[in-house]
């Protein structure tokens, strides 16, 4: 069974300047989250999907991140403008039960 | 508010030893809680998870994990590490009510193992 697939792997980006980040989760799973993950942090939940709608966008940075989930399947996570405190790994995973995710390898940001 | 908190940041132990990890949490009433793994370069895994019912759970890699409702407590242990156990561990707790579904994880903690 193919795993969650996220991508680019690796940014490095200027403040200011946008990125977007793409996840495929698992076929079937109809929830999927995006994390951000800052070093010596714990990954705290930025948007979660539930299909193709919005669950919990409480603690999104609305006006500088936005995300969207297509169809129900893929999904998109963009930064703009990117600041110096977004540098982070940004994680997605998907799950059919309650708590139980699968995580992707992440997206590891660097705004200089 | 539900809320982790994993004491130790970084903990060291030789190949073979015996191993616990400590998580506290913070919430009213009955927690999910959950333990999940992160070997270098990789995603999170999930190790082992804790509904209701026994106290003390089984998880794969030969984890098991204890709930301890009076010491707010969901201590992660190991009999004997193996040095691919070398990552960083994370404990969670599900959130309720309007934040169902949402994870609230510690800071993680790093385990080094020595050969």
């Known amino acids: 069974e193919a795993g969650v697939a996220q991508s680019p792997r690796y940014k490095i980006i200027e403040k200011r300047q946008s990125v977007a980040f793409w996840c495929n989760p698992i076929?079937?799973?109809?929830?999927l989250y995006w994390y951000q993950q800052i070093l010596g942090q714990g990954p705290k939940l930025l948007i979660q999907f539930q299909n193709n709608g919005v669950v919990d966008d409480s603690q999104l940075p609305k006006d500088r991140f936005s995300a969207e989930r297509l169809k129900g399947v893929d999904s998109t996570l963009k930064i703009q403008p990117a600041k110096l405190e977004d540098s982070a790994v940004y994680l997605c995973?998907?799950?059919?039960?309650?708590?139980?995710?699968?995580f992707g390898e992440g997206s590891r940001l660097t705004v200089l | 508010a539900q809320s982790v908190t994993q004491p130790d940041i970084h903990i060291t132990v030789s190949e073979g030893a015996s191993l616990e990890l400590r998580c506290n949490y913070s919430y009213g009433a009955t927690p999910y809680l959950f333990w999940y793994v992160q070997s270098p370069g990789q995603g999170l895994q999930l190790l082992l998870k804790y509904f209701s019912g026994d106290t003390l759970v089984q998880g794969i890699k030969g984890f098991e994990a204890e709930f301890k409702r009076s010491q707010s407590s969901f201590n992660l242990r190991k009999p004997s590490v193996h040095w691919s156990d070398a990552a960083e561990y994370f404990c969670?707790?599900?959130?309720?009510?309007?934040?169902?579904?949402?994870?609230?994880f510690g800071r993680g903690t790093q385990l080094t193992v020595w050969p």
């Open positions: 995973a998907s799950s059919v039960l309650a708590g139980e995710l699968f």
């Open positions: 969670a707790v599900e959130g309720r009510g309007s934040t169902l579904g949402r994870l609230y």
């Open positions: 076929s079937g799973h109809a929830t």
